[in-house]
């Protein structure tokens, strides 16, 4: 059964740092990978979607990898802001799967003025 | 181009009472699938529609709960005898194809159900 964990649960940075969100998950035959932002009352924004064929994608200030064999991706936000702050989601497909996401829990960004 | 659209935004209902929440796709998507985030918990698959077509609700709850995507009009997620577990927000999101291995899903903003 596939699950997905994202650590840590939350952050506080000040702005202008650089950093580094992790997502995991057991198994690593997946179809692709998303990561989301999801703002206090409000629905996701797709930020970068990784194909299990890809090792990393890139956005603007984020930059998102993937290395299936070790079944873990990290989420890099260079030079973080105040708007950044949010709570970023990782969700995987499992490979033969009808497009069915699982996600993990979650990693609240705080970014400080 | 509208993104995925979702009503009510906020819905209040007693125990005991129905539930119905709308979903409309984005333009030209044909795939629907519903979510539910609980409070303190991640976003959980429920159900996956095509137009007329229920293509995987292995998440969905065996009682109370169903799902349709009739050939015109929305998605409804559709919720009977409403007990207090049942509040939590409920996402759509909707893609053009079934497979999203290189197209991402699109959601809405949510109807955020409470049950006094």
């Known amino acids: 059964k596939q699950e997905v964990t994202q650590i840590p649960a939350a952050l506080s940075v000040p702005e202008g740092e650089n950093l580094v969100l992790n997502c995991s998950f057991t198994d690593s035959a997946i179809y692709n990978l998303q990561w989301f932002r999801q703002d206090p009352g409000k629905g996701l924004t797709s930020l970068l979607l990784i194909q299990s064929s890809q090792r990393e994608q890139t956005s603007g200030r984020l930059n998102a990898s993937l290395d299936k064999s070790s079944g873990r991706s990290t989420l890099y936000i260079a030079a973080s802001q105040p708007g950044d702050s949010a709570t970023y989601l990782c969700?995987?497909?499992?490979?033969?799967?009808?497009?069915?996401?699982?996600f993990g829990q979650g990693t609240t960004l705080q970014v400080k003025p | 181009n509208a993104g995925v659209m979702q009503n009510p935004r906020h819905l209040v209902r007693r125990r005991g009472q129905e539930a119905r929440l709308r979903c409309s796709p984005m333009?030209?998507?044909?795939?629907v699938y519903w979510y539910r985030q609980l409070p303190e918990e991640g976003l959980k698959f429920m159900v996956y529609l095509q137009k007329e077509n229920i293509i995987d609700e292995s998440g969905m709850p065996k009682e109370r709960f169903s799902a349709e995507f009739p050939k015109e009009g929305p998605s409804i997620l559709r919720i009977q005898q409403v007990v207090r577990g049942d509040s939590a927000a409920y996402f759509c999101?909707?893609?053009?194809?079934?497979?999203?291995?290189?197209?991402?899903?699109?959601f809405g903003n949510g109807t955020r159900l409470t049950v006094t």
């Open positions: 969700a995987v497909i499992p490979s033969g799967n009808t497009g069915k996401l699982i």
């Open positions: 333009k030209g998507h044909s795939h």
């Open positions: 999101a909707s893609s053009p194809t079934g497979t999203t291995y290189n197209s991402p899903l699109h």
